[in-house]
């Protein structure tokens, strides 16, 4: 019996062997194709990232161009605008100055009669200039009598 289990075991250990390196050829063989199957997935999705990044290039760029057309036409408005308000503004001034001229010489002939206080000097114009000046002046905590001591 010790002369048919050396064989055997040794047929067992050879039939093990080629059982355990072909199914690592398999796992090899299945390796390598998930490998390049990563690799074609990592270089397409690197191509796809490329095109997308280039894709949202184009559009920053075309953004950055329509954000600049609208601030040269902001800055032309402006510019219109601030030109017209200093036309106007200096239109206006020298409107306030003719006024001022019509104005000065009406005052000439008007100033007689903002010259006559005895109309304004009445009974009750005197009465309301002393409460005026009772609400508009000084507290009278700050004014107090004064007591003459003999």
């Known amino acids: 019996m010790e002369d048919i289990l050396a064989p055997l075991i040794t047929f067992i250990l050879v039939i093990a062997s080629s059982v355990i390196k072909s199914h690592r050829d398999k796992g090899n063989e ?17 191509q796809s990232s490329n095109t997308k990044f280039e894709r949202a290039g184009d559009k920053i760029k075309e953004s950055e161009k329509k954000q600049l057309a609208n601030l040269q ?9 601030s030109d017209d308000f ?13 006024r001022l001229k ?4 009406a005052n ?15 009974r009750n114009n005197l009465a309301r200039t002393i ?11 700050k004014k107090p009598y004064r007591m ?3």
């Open 73 to 81: 036409k902001e800055l032309n408005r402006f510019s219109q605008q």
């Open 131 to 141: 409460v005026m000046s009772e609400v508009l002046g000084q507290p009278r905590s």
């Open 102 to 105: 019509v104005s000065q010489t």
């Open 108 to 122: 000439h002939v008007t100033k007689k009669d903002h010259l006559d206080v005895k109309k304004h000097l009445t």
């Open 148 to 150: 003459l001591n003999r």
């Open 30 to 46: 299945q390796t390598k194709k998930v490998t390049t199957t990563r690799k074609t997935i990592n270089s397409q999705s690197k």
């Open 86 to 98: 200093s036309h106007r503004k200096l239109k206006q001034s020298e409107d306030d100055l003719d």
